[in-house]
């Protein structure tokens, strides 16, 4: 079954501490993104990869960082520079970025400040 | 400055009824226009897309009209039931070529929420 797997589905974070969430998807896309969901509003994109080490910095990169190392894997980690960091961060694949291919969306992963 | 502006935030309809819900947007090198639908707790899915070389087009119950002067798009649920109840996003992105080389990405409006009663 191909698709994009996120972990943990539920994340907490305490004061100052990093955390890094998991994205893997089996589709064989060579682009990749992370976007934040916050209540009543739309999907905003946090960082961007069109091909294995490389990434792009969206609309609201700032205290987090990504890594593409491998094909399959764009994983997030929430650094302690973002002070709001609550918010259900959903990861995203799509054949190539080139043209205007259709995102497939993970589950999501819901990350509570503790 | 958002870019696709959405309406309404929420609605709710019964069974058999057409919730109708409308995106404006400002850019006009936006070229491609899909919809999501996203169940509580779940990754949006793409519904349906559009780009501006045609006013209609339709998948199932799932109808989106566009008016490339107006600058504007809405989705139409045709015969709605209780399982479309569920937050729908419609975006916009240009063409990557247009926008400078690499430089793509889908702007989202902020949602509505749909609930359609048995």
């Known amino acids: ?114 | 400055q958002q870019q696709v502006k959405q309406s309404p935030q929420s609605l709710i309809v019964q069974k058999g009824g057409i919730p109708i819900i409308n995106c404006a947007y400002e850019n006009t090198a936006f070229d491609y226009f899909p919809w999501y639908q996203q169940f509580p707790g779940k990754g949006p899915a793409l519904l349906i897309a559009i780009r501006p070389d045609v006013s209609e087009k339709k998948e199932g119950r799932f109808t989106i009209s566009f008016n490339k002067s107006a600058k504007q798009f809405s989705l139409h649920i045709m015969d709605s039931q209780p399982g479309d109840s569920a937050t729908y996003f419609c975006a916009a992105s240009t063409d990557p070529y247009h926008s400078g080389g690499s430089n793509y990405k889908l702007t989202f409006g902020k949602g509505t929420l749909l609930t359609v009663n048995p």
């Open chain 1, 1 to 114: 079954d191909g698709g994009i797997t996120q972990s943990p589905k539920y994340l907490f974070r305490k004061e100052g501490q990093n955390v890094t969430l998991s994205c893997e998807q089996n589709l064989n896309h060579d682009a990749m993104y992370w976007y934040r969901q916050d209540p009543g509003q739309g999907l905003r994109l946090i960082y961007y990869s069109q091909i294995v080490n490389d990434f792009q910095k969206g609309d609201i990169a700032e205290g987090y960082s990504v890594s593409r190392e491998k094909k399959e894997s764009f994983p997030l980690t929430v650094t302690s520079a973002q002070k709001n960091p609550t918010a259900f961060y959903l990861c995203a694949s799509s054949r190539t970025i080139v043209r205007q291919e259709t995102q497939y969306f993970g589950p999501g992963t819901r990350l509570l400040v503790l």
